[in-house]
C-alpha cells in the first residue's frame, strides 16, 4: 500500500459529486470480510 490510499476518499468524492468516506469505508469493511471469509 501506498500513499494513494490516503486520496482514495478524495478521488470518489471527485467521481460521486459527493462526500465518498462512507462508501470508501463500507468498501473496505466489504472487503476485509472477503479476505478473511476466504484466507487461512
Known amino acids: 500500500m ?3 490510499i490516503l486520496s482514495l476518499p ?3 468524492a471527485l ?3 459527493q462526500d465518498g468516506w ?3 469505508l463500507i468498501a ?3 472487503s476485509q470480510g472477503i ?3 476466504f484466507g487461512d
Open 2 to 4: 501506498g500513499v494513494g
Open 15 to 17: 467521481a460521486a459529486k
Open 28 to 30: 473496505g469493511v466489504i
Open 35 to 37: 479476505i478473511f471469509a
Open 10 to 12: 478524495h478521488d470518489v
Open 22 to 24: 462512507i462508501s470508501t
